[in-house]
């Protein structure tokens, strides 16, 4: 929620909040479903089957009921030449920059670790 396409509308002045030129990337779904800002499901798809957290927290499962991982060219639909940024868009820099995954799937591998049976280790892989 603190994310800056989370608050992509209050970026915007008054007047510019219902100019339809700003709202295609800072609100699309402004218009027909009165979702400010750029929302999860702008770049995940619909997600009245992947909402419920503990879908979410399975990444298969979220996959198989709709959940979309948006490639370079979703991004570039709003991160194109004529967007107000200095440097060109670099799609691995910008998404480090709105990384909401990795730390979950760290933690995950490691709960996955934890349970894993103890089996000695064979010597090569000891260093
Ligand atoms: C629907 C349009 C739209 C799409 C799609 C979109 N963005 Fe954005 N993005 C914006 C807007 C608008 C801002 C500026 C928000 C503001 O500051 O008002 C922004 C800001 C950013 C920023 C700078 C803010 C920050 O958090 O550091 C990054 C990085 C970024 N977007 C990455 C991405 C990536 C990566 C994708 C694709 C996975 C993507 N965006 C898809 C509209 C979009
Ligand atoms: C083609 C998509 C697009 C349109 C149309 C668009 N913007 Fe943006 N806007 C962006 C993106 C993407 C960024 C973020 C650029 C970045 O940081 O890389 C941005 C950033 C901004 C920022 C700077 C935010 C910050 O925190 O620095 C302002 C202000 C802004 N837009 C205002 C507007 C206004 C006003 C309009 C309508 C007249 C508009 N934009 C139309 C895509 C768009
Ligand atoms: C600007 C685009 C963008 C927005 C907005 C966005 N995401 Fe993401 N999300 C991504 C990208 C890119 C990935 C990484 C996909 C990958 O690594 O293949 C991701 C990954 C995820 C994952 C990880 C799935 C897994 O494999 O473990 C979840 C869950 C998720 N997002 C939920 C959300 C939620 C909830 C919101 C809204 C609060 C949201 N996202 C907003 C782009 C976005």
Do not use: N
């Amino acid at each position: 929620m603190k994310s800056k396409h989370a608050r992509a509308t209050d970026t915007l002045a008054e007047g510019q909040k219902k100019d339809a030129r700003c709202l295609s990337c800072h609100a699309p779904d402004q218009v027909e479903q009165t979702l400010t800002a750029v929302t999860c499901e702008t770049c995940h798809g619909g997600g009245q089957y992947y909402s419920p957290s503990y879908v979410m927290k399975d990444p298969e499962l979220a996959r198989l009921v709709g959940l979309v991982d948006p490639s370079e060219k979703q991004c570039r639909t709003c991160h194109d030449a004529s967007s107000p940024s200095l440097r060109p868009f670099d799609f691995k820099e910008a998404l480090k920059a709105i990384d909401h995954w990795s730390a979950e799937r760290a933690r995950k591998q490691q709960t996955r670790a934890d349970a894993a049976p103890s089996t000695p280790a064979p010597a090569t892989a000891k260093k």
